[in-house]
């Protein structure tokens, strides 16, 4: 098969299992739909001649995070949305994280609208992405600083992380 | 159709009909070997030596009535092991088995006996190693039972947790070969140190190849890693609901994995199929005899160690194997860095 007939069906699956991921009921359904999702993404990266980001893609999106996600999903036992299991309003669904949540939205919609018209277009015809170690120098020399700032903000993730879910923290609640 | 395309499909049926007969050979090795280890004959009525046993366990299997709980998921539940197969033998298609061969000079092309040459192979190897637990995690809850669910859980679990220290494990490797191909990696372990020693791995290696196979039977479920099945907690673990073919795949897949895991060592440590006494072209002999003496291993550890219990099961992994995985990562590369490759 040609590879543009792949890239419209790595690209199909990748834009309909997005949107299937939104129209769930059930949590655990959404989480395989976006593994499917990052799965056809993959794809795509190998259709650009870029093997390395696509397994990584799959390493580290579909099988580390999203592993988590299942848990927490299965965990938490989460239930159906359309159960009416409580009463009292979640707090994510009070007026003002909904008005935050639709300002982000429209936020979302005028960047892709400005990205989609500029019309600009990427060559990926000739340059083949690099090697790994040629990757591996970029991610230690020219992004460094930015690559260290990451694992900088992750870490403080992971400690606010631990804080917020210490039930027993000394002089807390 | 060219020769070698021709090559390419009859390799690709090859490996796969492979696979299942070595899961196949796995369960009667299995069953002999635990039953001479305590002292008993073992399958012996079915076949000369009891050969047929594992054809008669797959009929019986077929004929059993396919079970599903009322309160399963039904699509997940049929779901879950058809991705623990697939992930099995998927992975296998990465790992090379064999020098080139021109098949006795009946292809003018050399073949390479690997399914797909994938420069990144280690990688993908260990992508489709965390795809698998989806396998065994949807198996346990879509089974809406206790003692699936917790499987599930604890195996997964077990999965995630080991998956490190395995990954840098096979990092440390990477190092010392500076390549992710799989055929380079054997290719740099030909030749001998002084006449005798092997250039394997796991003479420069050693606590990487320690490393690397403790982490792989705790992503095979073997024991004494084998919370998954642990009978007096959890009944069967994550397969206690299913029967059948679908008991089977996730029965199949086990062994697969197995098969992998130890093929993967072979290349990575042993030297894949470099050997002394045999020509290149014979290399394979080689790779199924290192394959099958670490399958021995798995066999004979299984019925040595008891099992551990889960907390020991989980302080081992973080506390003891990924600090000495990491400590292990760094060392190579310094030794790299300074002695150079």
């Not at chain 2, 299942?20 to 001479?36: D, F, G, I, N, P």
């Not at chain 2, 889960?310 to 060392?331: E, S, T």
């Amino acid at each position: 098969m040609a590879p543009e007939a792949l890239f419209y069906v790595f690209g199909a699956v990748a834009v309909i299992a997005s949107l299937a991921v939104i129209g769930q009921r059930n949590p655990i359904y959404s989480v395989l739909l976006l593994i499917a999702s990052f799965g056809a993404l993959s794809g795509l990266y190998v259709l650009l001649d870029a093997p390395f980001v696509a397994v990584i893609q799959i390493i580290v999106y579909a099988g580390a995070i999203m592993v988590l996600f299942l848990f927490v999903v299965m965990l938490l036992n989460a239930p159906h949305e359309d159960t009416d299991y409580d009463e009292r309003v979640h707090p994510l669904l009070r007026p003002g994280p909904m008005r935050f949540g639709a300002a982000l939205a429209v936020a979302l919609l005028a960047e892709l609208g400005w990205a989609l018209t500029r019309g600009e277009t990427g060559d990926f015809g000739t340059a083949s992405v690099p090697s790994v170690a040629a990757i591996g120098r970029a991610l230690f020399t020219d992004y460094a600083f930015a690559f260290e700032v990451t694992s900088v903000l992750i870490l403080v993730a992971m400690v606010g992380a631990v804080v917020l879910a210490r039930r027993d923290a000394p002089g807390g609640r | 159709m060219t020769p070698l395309l021709f090559g390419q499909i009859v390799l690709t049926l090859f490996v796969f009909v492979a696979l299942l007969s070595s899961a196949a050979v796995m369960v009667y090795m299995e069953r002999k070997v635990a039953a001479m280890l305590q002292q008993r004959l073992g399958p012996y009525l079915v076949g000369p030596k009891g050969l047929l046993q594992p054809f008669a366990d797959v009929i019986k299997l077929m004929f059993k009535e396919e079970l599903r709980p009322l309160a399963a998921d039904p699509f997940l539940f049929a779901l879950a092991p058809i991705i623990s197969a697939c992930a099995a033998f998927a992975a296998f298609a990465v790992v090379p088995f064999g020098a080139e061969t021109t098949i006795f000079g009946w292809i003018p092309e050399g073949l390479r006996l690997q399914v797909a040459d994938v420069n990144v192979a280690v990688l993908v190897i260990f992508a489709i190693a965390s795809m698998s637990v989806y396998g065994i995690v949807l198996a346990g809850w879509s089974s809406n039972s206790k003692y699936s669910l917790l499987g599930g859980l604890r195996s997964s679990a077990q999965m995630i947790s080991y998956e490190l220290s395995y990954g840098l494990a096979l990092a440390s490797v990477l190092l010392v070969a500076n390549s992710l191909s799989l055929t380079d990696i054997v290719n740099h372990q030909a030749g001998t140190w002084l006449g005798f020693i092997p250039k394997w791995f796991v003479v420069v290696q050693p606590v990487g190849f320690l490393i690397y196979m403790t982490a792989g039977i705790a992503e095979t479920n073997r024991a004494p890693f084998d919370f998954p099945e642990a009978e007096q907690e959890l009944v069967a673990g994550y397969h206690t609901e299913y029967s059948s073919m679908s008991f089977a795949m996730f029965f199949l897949a086990e062994y697969i994995n197995m098969v992998t895991v130890s093929a993967v060592a072979t290349d990575l440590f042993l030297g894949g199929w470099h050997g002394p006494f045999l020509p290149a072209s014979l290399g394979w002999i080689w790779f199924l005899a290192k394959v099958g003496a670490i399958l021995f291993f798995y066999i004979w550890m299984r019925w040595t160690l008891p099992r551990y219990r889960y907390d020991q099961l989980m302080r081992f992994g973080w506390k003891v194997l990924l600090p000495l995985a990491v400590i292990n990562l760094l060392v190579t590369a310094a030794g790299v860095l300074y002695l150079g490759a």
